[in-house]
T-cell receptor, first 115, second 117 residues
């Protein structure tokens, strides 16, 4: 069965320091993977997606993620955190359902950014 | 501006009330979804519609009744809800549900925060 595991429920960084949000996936075939962000009282916004093209994927707001098949990982990084990055981040794997695309969500990582 | 609009943003209702949540997408998508987001739980898929036809009911209790009159609109009718139904209900849409749509992202609305008294 396809699944994702977000290794940290909370990550705290200082503004201007690097961000690393970890995600491991389990999939019986080449997966499609996404990172979404959710700000308070908002829906989920797509940050980036991996669909078997380049293993280093660049997303919005300076985020990027690297697909590593040997480690079954898809960690999200950003060189320098901004206060506005404080939010909840979800790693997601896409699997085929019965005639539809099903998204399987991780439990989320809350990113806290201090001044 | 999000391409998926949900109304109302907040809803407080008693257990015996009947209310409806509305979702509208302006992206030209063919598939629409309802999700439930509860505190400290992963996002739960509830229903999936493709070209107005329901393709998935993820064992959702019958007190939740979806309706999809066209590919742009999706409703969730609520009646005799329970306190544990209090949650954020998110609507999403995606391009299509064929194999080609396997890697298409879903676009989410801002949700309806539902509180059951």
């Amino acid at each position: 069965a396809q699944s994702v595991t977000q290794l940290d429920s909370h990550v705290s960084v200082s503004e201007g320091t690097p961000v690393l949000l970890r995600c491991n996936y389990s999939s019986s075939y080449s997966p499609s993977l996404f990172w979404y962000v959710q700000h308070p009282n908002k829906g989920l916004q797509l940050l980036l997606k991996y669909t078997s093209a380049a293993t280093l994927v660049k997303g919005i707001n300076g985020f990027e993620a690297e697909f590593k098949k040997s480690e079954t990982s898809f960690h999200l990084t950003k060189p320098s955190a901004h206060m506005s990055d404080a939010a909840e981040y979800f790693c997601v794997v896409s699997v085929p359902g019965t005639g539809f695309q099903k998204l399987v969500f991780g439990t989320g990582t809350r990113l806290l950014v201090s001044p | 501006e999000t391409g998926v609009t949900q109304t109302p943003r907040h809803l407080v209702m008693g257990m015996t009330n009947k209310k409806s949540l509305k979702c509208e997408q302006h992206l030209g998508h063919n598939a629409m979804y309802w999700y439930k987001q509860s505190a400290k739980k992963p996002l739960e898929l509830m229903f999936v519609y493709n070209f107005k036809e329901q393709t998935e009911n993820n064992s959702v209790p019958s007190r939740f009744s979806p309706e999809c009159p066209n590919s742009s609109h999706l409703f969730l009718h609520l009646h005799t809800l329970q306190p544990e139904d209090s949650a954020l209900y998110l609507c999403a849409s995606s391009q299509d549900l064929t194999g080609r749509g396997f890697n298409q992202p879903q676009h989410f609305g801002d949700g309806t925060r539902l509180s059951i008294l």
